[in-house]
């Protein structure tokens, strides 16, 4: 491990070894040797290295040793032999979907208002090709969760889009899944309203509920993603969170900047829809008004099966709108990571996390970037990556 | 240093040689050369003038009022000028280069340093001008005039365009029908007065492909081609009425004359012996009824009216060439989300192509799309089609997102000159239009748009847009304020 003293020693003092290490691995790097990044330990140089936490290195390195990043930073010093792969783009972590039913409507179960103990996990499909779409959109985990059609849908996984089908999964129960807006309720089963939806809530979690789920989101282990549309349901998501002691976050809402309204002060982080081309100009306004917000805030797609994630294109119109850059890239990444629990792991570059790292020819937040190369575990993933 | 002394302030006295080449691109700017420049954007000279160039005589109206200084210049036609001055004076640029503004002149002049200046974007078809009830629905009409379903009054869809730096738009919409309507193109100046806000390039907006089995595309073909015939027929019905109506008239003079002389004959006899003449009243023809609908399409294959022809797939384009070639249309396509195999034969044909967001980012629904449709807005670029990005036909009332589409665009491998060209000089030459909007050079309107960085990067942010020469829409005094 590299500390953050040892780091700026090594930005301002270059030794000669490391220089001479720096010019053999530029050396070798015009070997092309990136398509067949499939080494054990190797260094990427970049012009830039956004490190998720909102930090940008400028002409920054990342030592990756066996699917572990040993150390980020300027000038750092490359180990003897290591390939080293050089580019003027960007390198940022892999990006992170906090929420889509990938493997679409195999998932649904809606039978049922309230099944807090189903666990996507059982039913995912590593092999469902929309894993495939995420990761050429530069995503390397994604938040599955069954299909939002139930009070309680159940609990979602963490996954990773590329790897050993046995390491992809990363967390079989990272949250529970709560449904207060309208694709929660059906007119043939209770409840099917908004009140309805809450006094179920209540009760479950007011009693002794044999579901183990419900205890450990009552005890605050486990994350409550409560989906919330409008004002009112986001209203409701932040009352309940309060009474019932979740550890909360609000999925969805129409208006961020209103919801942001809502639950200020209540430390309720939020996931937010990736912007897309067919929102009106006060959806659009609603999240430029975020702004430089330090409210914790991450996407979710929330596709049901294919697509495309649109996180990129979302983060990107988001910012063209007004929200600042920086916090956008948090919210891709180290900001995700930590709604699931999971900083530890995934979400920034720093020592002892996992190698998940998107290259890109450019910022990460301009429409016309490209994505030139994605890493799961230090293993190139991608095969011609070009999502969004 | 870089500033000339001259009294008018006309000289192009930059000193490098980058700056001569510029004027002497411009010198042969928007208007000012005759008919010639009509087949592609003018490349930069790679020599530029032995000689400095020639100080352009001023005509009194035309000199320069207000000067736009020290601005990154992309003109919309390829090329890029660091640290340019634009004059203007009644609404157009008078010159692009090195300028100064006279000393002691009311001439007022804007600091643009650190600004990028790119000519205002051409939407060559949106709806969003449109009142809602016009933007789709199931009935049109060759006669339909779409101008007519603007409320001049309702300023926000004007402010809506602006604020993503739009500054003239064609109006389209997408109806479930062939005869979409007669298009006009709006300035979107302010007020937006009759007189000002048109600036011509009407057209006809057709469509085929509505359904999608090879049957019912034969039959819009069909009822295309019968439509023309018919407009054919109509006209050729008028051509005989006139001809049978100057014949009328002149029998009719005749048998006015002869009955006259009659008359004046049996001037004398008293009224019962009075003889009914023998000379046989002429019939007068039958006017055809009529139709102003055929009338518009006969204009069309006159070719006094461009055609826009909204298609989805290959054998729509397959059928729309055929048309052209059937009836002699003034073409351009619209659409194209599905034509990846017609690339070639549009370009053959020359044909523009105005592509909406599902050509640009095509399939984006879907997981697996084949490689070789995601790139169809490269692939058209890379043909030499004359390419215009445009909102299209969205049904609400939303932001024109062509600057994001060039963006993507880009992404998918189409260069940055052409990106920028595809929603500027692109689109107004698919209106006929490239003379006067559309890039920044001498003799065009003077709509600029500038941003606070490269137009092409998320951080930037329009600064000001200027709509024949006055600031239309200013950030600093929008943003804050109330937001609707």
Known sequence: ?388 | MKRSTDPVGWSSCGTRALRRAAAWVFAAGCVGVGLGHASAAPQEPSTPPAEPVATPVAPAAAKPNLFVQGARVLTGRGEELADADIAISGGRIRGVGDFQPPANSAAKVIDARGLTIVPGFVDAASDLLLEAEARAGRTGGSELELALSVDPFDDRPRLTALAAGVTSMALARAAQTAEQGLSAVRKLAYPPREAHAAVGGSALHLRIGLGRDRASKERDLRGLSSLFEGAEKYHGELEKYAKELKEYEEKKAEYDKKVAKEREKEKDKPEAEKSASKEKEPKKPREPKEDLGKAAVFRALQGELPVVLHVEDELDVENALELRRKFGLKLSLRGLSRARAAVDSIAKAGVPVLLEIDAVLPNRELTRTPAVARDLAKAFAEAGVDVAYVSGSRGRELAPHLLDLAAEAVSRGVSRASALRAITYGPARALGLERKIGSIAEGCDADLVAYDGDPFSSAARVRWVMVDGEIVYAADRIEGSAQR
């Open chain 1, 1 to 388: 491990m590299t500390s953050f003293a040892e780091l700026r020693r090594s930005i301002s003092r270059p030794s000669l070894a490391r220089r001479a290490a720096l010019g053999l691995g530029s050396a070798l790097a015009c070997s092309g040797a990136l398509a067949s990044a499939q080494e054990a330990t190797f260094a990427l140089q970049a012009k830039k290295v956004l490190t998720g936490t909102g930090e940008a290195i400028e002409s920054g390195v990342v030592l990756v040793e066996n699917g572990k990043i040993r150390a980020v930073g300027a000038g750092l010093a490359i180990p003897a032999g290591w390939t080293v792969h050089q580019h003027d783009g960007v390198v940022m972590p892999g990006l992170i979907d906090l929420g889509a039913t990938l493997g679409g409507s195999a998932l649904l179960e809606n039978h049922e208002s309230l099944t807090p103990d189903l666990r996507v996990a059982d039913g995912i499909d590593l092999w469902d090709p929309s894993y495939a779409a995420w990761l050429a959109a530069g995503v390397t985990s994604v938040y599955v969760i069954p299909p939002t059609g139930s009070v309680i849908p159940g609990s979602g996984a963490v996954v990773k889009t590329a790897g050993a089908p046995e390491q992809r999964i990363v967390s079989t129960d990272a949250g529970l899944e709560i449904g207060l807006n309208s694709g929660a309720r059906r007119r043939d089963r209770a409840p099917t309203s908004v009140q309805g939806s809450a006094l179920a809530l209540r009760d479950l979690f007011g009693h002794q509920s044999p579901a183990a789920s419900v205890q450990r989101a009552k005890r605050g282990e486990l994350a409550v993603f409560a989906h919330a549309d409008s004002a009112g349901e986001v209203r409701l998501a932040a009352q309940l969170a309060n009474e019932l002691g979740w550890k909360a976050r609000i999925v969805g809402p129409a208006l961020p900047d209103q919801a942001l309204a809502i639950v200020r002060g209540a430390a309720i982080p939020l996931v937010l829809r990736p912007l897309d081309y067919g929102v009106d100009e006060r959806t659009r306004r609603s999240y430029g008004a975020l702004g430089a917000t330090a409210h914790p805030i991450g996407f979710a797609s929330l596709a049901q099966g294919g697509g495309e994630p649109g996180l990129r294109r979302g983060a990107a119109l988001a910012v063209r709108a007004g929200l600042d850059p920086a916090i956008a890239v948090r919210a891709l990444t180290g900001g995700a990571a930590a709604m699931l629990g999971l900083e530890a792991r995934l979400g920034t570059l720093a020592p002892g996390r996992d190698a998940d790292l998107v290259w890109l020819d450019g910022d990460p937040l301009d429409l016309g970037t490209r994505i030139v190369a994605v890493f799961v575990d230090g293993k190139r993933a991608d095969r011609g990556a070009e999502g969004r």
